[in-house]
């Protein structure tokens, strides 16, 4: 059902490229034939341009949502999984997909020259600190380095010989049809973080944008989509967990299921009531192997 508003909306979001992918995929999902994008560059942005790899995701969402707040912008679009459990007073947001079933998995993607059979001395390549724990506690993987840029340029290191293998999120690559018939990959059958694979669409309260998403057939459609990652979120922030934590977690028709890794050891948890979740992952030191990575 297309909606009609009378002013152009605004659009924020990243300049990356999938950012960009993303923003088409949101107004072909929602009807939006005109829209006006707001390109931004964040300080996430910044910061990985540079090298750093070890900050909180929240870097990737925090000037945009300011700009909601000042009315600079009527909405934005981000990767479900760079945004904070915790919420930002005065802004809702909305998760979706464009498709019907959620690509969760991450990759391991092999130079080109290598089988897709993972050896624990191996040069694997990532910059997520739960991927990296995962990849010593479940592959044992002896030789992880640290690895930024986007998606282009970690493949580019990753061809130019610079790893032999690196990890990233199948959403991002199917998204922008990137590679996967080009390169030796496996899927790998680790829980992943909160919000992969999931877009969010975010605005002020009571703004004009509100009636065009809340009227959308997506915003039915997704109501069990948005319980799920609400579940998970709820047990993060219970938690104390952001977006840098070593922790994995999926819910799916009530159930939430995950793991927490500490430097030496980790956990596993899985439950529906989020209160005898916390308690048992206190039980089991949960919060400290959380906390080992501060």
């Not at 703004?207 to 057939?217: W, Y």
Request: overall charge positive; proline content about 0%; hydrophobic content about 40%.
């Amino acid at each position: 059902r297309q909606m009609c508003i009378r002013d152009r909306i605004r659009i924020a979001s990243r300049s990356s490229k999938l950012a960009l992918k993303q923003v088409e995929i949101f107004s072909k999902a929602f009807l939006l034939e005109d829209y006006k994008l707001v390109e931004v560059l964040t300080s996430g942005d910044k910061m990985s341009a540079k090298g750093e790899v070890m900050f909180d995701k929240a870097n990737f969402v925090n000037e945009i949502e300011q700009m909601i707040q000042k009315n600079s912008v009527d909405i934005a679009i981000h990767s479900a999984k760079d945004m904070p459990a915790q919420e930002t007073e005065g802004l809702k947001h909305f998760y979706f997909i464009e498709t019907q079933k959620r690509k969760i998995n991450d990759l391991i993607i092999f130079r080109n020259d290598i089988d897709t059979v993972f050896e624990k001395n191996m040069k694997l390549g990532t910059s997520s600190l739960r991927r990296i724990m995962q990849a010593k506690f479940h592959m044992n993987a002896k030789n992880i380095q640290l690895l930024n840029g986007n998606i282009d340029t970690r493949i580019k290191k990753l061809n130019d010989g610079m790893y032999d293998c690196i990890i990233l999120a199948e959403a991002g690559l199917s998204r922008l049809s990137f590679l996967l018939e080009k390169q030796n990959y496996k899927q790998l059958e680790h829980i992943t973080c909160s919000g992969q694979g999931v877009l969010a669409v975010q605005w002020k309260e009571g703004s004009k944008v509100e009636d065009f998403i809340k009227s959308s057939l997506l915003f039915d459609q997704m109501k069990e989509l948005n319980e799920q990652i609400k579940m998970e979120r709820n047990l993060l922030k219970k938690l104390n967990a952001d977006c840098n934590s070593a922790i994995s977690i999926f819910a799916s028709n009530g159930f939430l299921q995950g793991e927490i890794f500490g430097r030496d050891k980790f956990i596993t948890f899985s439950g529906n009531n989020i209160d005898q979740l916390y308690k048992d992952i206190t039980a089991n030191n949960g919060l400290n192997l959380l906390n080992e990575h501060h």
